[in-house]
T-cell receptor
Framework: GESVGLHLPTLSVQEGDNSIINCAYS??????FIWYKQESGKGPQFIID?????DKRQGQRVTVLLNKTVKHLSLQIAATQPGDSAVYFC????????????FGKGTTLSVSS | ETGVTQSPTHLIKTRGQQVTLRCSSQ?????VSWYQQALGQGPQFIFQ???????GRGNFPPRFSGLQFPNYSSELNVNALELDDSALYLC??????????????FGEGSRLTVL
């Protein structure tokens, strides 16, 4: 079946380090990918997205890389801050109305100062 | 703040009971999706409503049903509650334009506990 998985359930970094969170997806037909951040007791918060016709997209302190050849997605966070501590989910979908987002299980990022 | 509000924030029910969860979508959005998030897991798609009709459904039984109202707010109803229905239920709104779905904005969720 279709699934989106993350390579590591937890990641611990020091404040100021760069963080890389990885995700593997299995549906080669997926054409839209999103990273979400979920803090304790809150709903998922959009971080950055990327469409399948791109291989890199940058935001403020975050970069998403897409490798369609190996069906791999990564989120890079520069100069990680304690406020970045949360669970990070990648999600994949077909960019069509009515289509579900398929979420992975998440990676818990812990940032120590 | 996403502008998506859900109620109630927490509730406790017993097996066999029914529950209704409510969601007000962000202003300007015409589509509402519901997700179930079990503890330690990623959200799972239940269904989506567009123009007051179900417009996509995940692998959930018929006892999970929903409504969308003319003002685009929505309800999720779950009948005959089971222990495994205990989860965080998330509502997300988006703007569907010309068949393409836009960014999803999630609410804070309704935490349901079934005893």
């Amino acid at each position: 079946g279709e699934s989106v998985g993350l390579h590591l359930p937890t990641l611990s970094v020091q404040e100021g380090d760069n963080s890389i969170i990885n995700c593997a997806y299995s549906n080669s037909a997926s054409d839209y990918f999103i990273w979400y951040k979920q803090e304790s007791g809150k709903g998922p918060q959009f971080i950055i997205d990327i469409r399948s016709n791109m291989d890199k997209r940058q935001g403020q302190r975050v970069t998403v890389l897409l490798n369609k050849t190996v069906k791999h997605l990564s989120l890079q966070i520069a100069a990680t801050q304690p406020g970045d501590s949360a669970v990070y989910f990648c999600a994949e979908t077909l960019n069509q109305a009515g289509t579900a987002l398929i979420f992975g299980k998440g990676t818990t990022l812990s940032v120590s100062s | 703040e996403t502008g998506v509000t859900q109620s109630p924030t927490h509730l406790i029910k017993t097996r066999g009971q029914q529950v209704t969860l409510r969601c007000s979508s962000q202003s300007g959005h015409n589509t509402v999706s519901w997700y179930q998030q079990a503890l330690g897991q990623g959200p799972q798609f239940i269904f989506q409503y567009y123009r007051e009709e179900e417009n996509g459904r995940g692998n959930f039984p018929p006892r999970f049903s929903g409504l969308q109202f003319p003002n685009y707010s929505s309800e999720l109803n779950v009948n005959a509650l089971e222990l495994d229905d205990s989860a965080l239920y998330l509502c997300a709104s988006s703007l569907v334009d010309r068949g393409n779905t836009g960014e999803l904005f999630f609410g804070e969720g309704s935490r349901l506990t079934v005893l």
